[in-house]
């Protein structure tokens, strides 16, 4: 399954922001993402995480229309792609950071006791 990371810095994306003075300059600058939003859910808003978390999903769509744009922002032409999604299905993961964590420290230790159950064979 092919990922694709949607984060654009400002510069990348042709939007501007004010430079950081003092402090703030060392910092990484903020990255944005496009929103993904839902309309016309019969269901409840239970059903969906809470505003501000974060996790992973799967989705089942169909492509309604992909648009792939040039545009010149003075400095050059930039590429930019709109595709619109009809989501027919989704399923909210149950990880987050601290659990893949722990599944992995998890995976470790499976994988130290068969290697010490083959050494000691």
């Known amino acids: 399954m092919k990922t694709i990371d949607l984060g654009n810095k400002p510069s990348e994306s042709g939007m ?6 003092g402090p703030a300059q060392d ?3 903020k990255v944005y993402y ?3 939003y839902l309309h016309d859910y ?9 505003a501000g978390s974060e996790g992973t999903a799967t989705i089942k769509f169909k492509v309604a229309s992909k648009t792939e ?3 010149d922002n ?7 792609c709109s595709v619109e999604l009809e989501v027919m299905q989704i399923t909210f ?14 995976e470790a230790e499976t994988v130290e ?9």
Do not use: C
Not at 16 to 21: D, G, N
Not at 74 to 80: A, F, N, R, Y
Not at 113 to 121: A, G, I, L
């Open 16 to 21: 501007t922001e004010a430079a950081p003075s």
């Open 27 to 29: 910092k990484k600058p």
């Open 34 to 36: 496009p929103s993904f």
């Open 42 to 50: 019969k269901g409840k808003a239970a059903d969906f995480p809470e």
């Open 69 to 71: 744009t040039d545009r």
């Open 74 to 80: 003075g400095d050059g032409s930039k590429k930019s």
């Open 93 to 106: 993961g149950e990880d987050s950071e601290s659990d893949a964590i722990e599944e992995g420290l998890q």
């Open 113 to 121: 006791e068969d290697s010490t159950e083959t050494e000691e064979e």
